[in-house]
């Protein structure tokens, strides 16, 4: 089997009911190891960022005369870059090699930390903290709850989809309208899309990992790990959508 079709049959969603065994259970760990991997790379990334005056000139033009400052280009790059290589993860999985794909997501992971520096910037460390915990909290509970529940989740995905492109869409718009009345009301809805949907990843994480285990003669291993990397970018940005929504309507700034 190809790794195309080992990822098309990855995304269909059979339930399983069956105790997943050993070979699940280590696909599991993975995917909570590299997310918490990568967390703790952006985490160390944003904090070396944010106390590095010489390093952030790379990314914030200085007001001038004749500027008012503002990103530079190295700023934008960070700020877009993690978009760029989360669609080509998506779209390569199946061309990329292991490496190449872990390469990737740990880059994601650094630019991701970079990009998130500047909240250390705007709001107070205390705030910061209360609400990566608050996130963390929620992130537990609801993975806890998708893992061990028996109620098929998977009619959900359709509708958390759409209110993933809602948020999208509301956002680009709020540009515009530069609304802190829209962006607040909007920021509940994040933090309760994003809760539903750390439970419904979770949950379908926990069948891929039980198809590995039935179907382990017909799934590379190579493609096993590959896919164990997609599933923590999956819950990477649950929980970091969470902390940046809570954050939203809990922060204070400086």
Avoid: H
């Amino acid at each position: 089997m190809d790794n195309n079709n080992n990822y098309e049959w990855a995304q269909k969603s059979v339930f399983v009911e069956q105790q997943s065994g050993a070979v699940a259970k280590n696909f599991f760990a993975n995917v909570f190891l590299w997310m918490f991997v990568a967390l703790g790379v952006s985490s160390l990334a944003a904090l070396f960022m944010a106390n590095s005056p010489a390093a952030l000139s790379y990314l914030i033009n200085q007001p001038s005369e004749t500027s008012r400052g503002g990103l530079s280009i190295l700023g934008y790059v960070a700020m877009f870059a993690p978009l760029a290589l989360v669609m080509l993860m998506s779209a390569g999985l199946s061309r990329l090699s292991y490496g190449a794909l872990l390469g990737i997501f740990v880059l994601y992971s650094v630019l991701t930390g970079i990009s998130l520096s500047f909240i250390l910037l705007i709001y107070t460390s205390g705030s910061v903290v209360a609400c990566f915990a608050g996130a963390a909290g929620i992130f537990g509970i609801m993975a806890f709850l998708g893992y061990t529940t028996n109620t098929d989740l998977t009619k959900f995905g359709s509708i958390l989809m759409v209110g993933v492109i809602g948020l999208v869409i509301a956002s680009v718009i709020n540009m515009f309208l530069k609304s802190s009345g829209f962006d607040y009301i909007m920021s509940f809805f994040g933090v309760a899309i994003f809760t539903a949907l750390t439970a419904y990843d979770v949950q379908k994480l926990k069948r891929i990992g039980a198809g590995i285990e039935a179907n382990g003669d017909q799934v590379a291993a190579t493609d096993a790990k590959k896919l164990a990397i997609m599933g923590a970018l999956s819950l990477y940005l649950d929980f970091i959508n969470i902390f940046l929504f809570l954050l939203r309507i809990f922060g204070s700034r400086k």
